[in-house]
C-alpha cells in the first residue's frame, strides 16, 4: 500500500521561503510512471490545487500561484518537493501532497498524504 | 467563491440514502470527468469515485457517482455512522487550467 507522508516548516514568516518534502513509501516513486501533485487548504476554506510534476519532469502549477512555487521530484530519495517563495498569511494551510493517476478517461488523486500545517506569521 | 458548489450539509439516518451534488459549469463538468474524496480531518482524503462512476478497489457499492450536463452526484446507501465525514468533488477547469475542487459537504449520521 502506498503511503504519503508530508514534512516540513510548520511555521514561516512572511517573505521567506516555505519548504515541503513528501516521501513516498510502498512503492517506487516512478512506478506506473505517475505525476504528483501538491494541494492545499486554508483553515475554513477549500482545497486549493497548486500543481503537479509529471513522471517527464515537466510541470504545470496553478496560474494564481505559477509565479511563487516551485515543484521537484528527487528519485533517489523517493520524494516530492514544494517551494513556495515571498509567503503572507494568506498561504496559511493545511499541504497535502498526493498522487495523480492520469488515466485515457480522466485525472484523479488516488494517494494522499495526511498533510502539514504551515501557519506563515511573524 | 467555489468554482464547485456542494451543499454544506446532508444528514440522514443510519442505513438511509443520501445524495451529494455537485454543481459547476461547462468550463469544467460539463467538458471532464468527476472524482469524489471522503475526508476526516487530520486524516488522508481517500478517493472513493473517479471518471464520474467508478469505484477503486476496496470502496464498497454503498458508493456511487453520476453526471449530467454540468452536475455531477455523489449517492451513498446504507448510512452508516463510519461514512460521517466531509465529501468532496473535483475536476479539471479548462478555462482555469487548474484542478478545482467543490466547496465541500459535511455528512452527518443522526
Known amino acids: 500500500q502506498l503511503q504519503l507522508q508530508e514534512s516540513g516548516s510548520g511555521l514561516v514568516k512572511p517573505s521567506e521561503t516555505l519548504s515541503l518534502t513528501c516521501s513516498v513509501s510502498?512503492?517506487?516513486?516512478?512506478?506506473?510512471?505517475?505525476?504528483w501533485s501538491w494541494i492545499r487548504q486554508p483553515p475554513g476554506k477549500d482545497l486549493e490545487w497548486i500543481g503537479y510534476i509529471f513522471y517527464s519532469g515537466n510541470t504545470h502549477y496553478n496560474p494564481s500561484l505559477r509565479s511563487r512555487v516551485t515543484i521537484s521530484v528527487d528519485r533517489s530519495k523517493n520524494q516530492v518537493s514544494l517551494e513556495m517563495i515571498s509567503v503572507t498569511a494568506a498561504d496559511t494551510a493545511v499541504y497535502y501532497c498526493?498522487?495523480?493517476?492520469?488515466?485515457?478517461?480522466?485525472?484523479?488523486?488516488?494517494?494522499w498524504g495526511q498533510g502539514t500545517l504551515v501557519t506563515v506569521a511573524s | 467563491q467555489s468554482v464547485l458548489t456542494q451543499p454544506p450539509s446532508v444528514s440522514a439516518a443510519p442505513g438511509q440514502r443520501v445524495t451529494i451534488s455537485c454543481s459547476g459549469s461547462t468550463s469544467n463538468i460539463g467538458q471532464n470527468f468527476v472524482s469524489w474524496y471522503h475526508h476526516l480531518p487530520g486524516t488522508a482524503p481517500k478517493l472513493l469515485i473517479y471518471d464520474n462512476n467508478r469505484r477503486p478497489s476496496g470502496i464498497p457499492d454503498r458508493f456511487s457517482g453520476s453526471k449530467s450536463g454540468t452536475s455531477a452526484t455523489l449517492g451513498i446507501t446504507g448510512l452508516q455512522t463510519g461514512d460521517e465525514a466531509d465529501y468532496y468533488c473535483?475536476?479539471?477547469?479548462?478555462?482555469?487550467?487548474?484542478?478545482?475542487f467543490g466547496s465541500g459537504t459535511k455528512v452527518t449520521v443522526l
Open positions: 510502498g512503492d517506487s516513486i516512478t512506478s506506473g510512471a505517475p505525476s
Open positions: 473535483a475536476t479539471w477547469d479548462e478555462s482555469l487550467s487548474a484542478h478545482v
Open positions: 498526493a498522487r495523480v493517476h492520469s488515466g485515457s478517461l480522466g485525472e484523479h488523486f488516488d494517494y
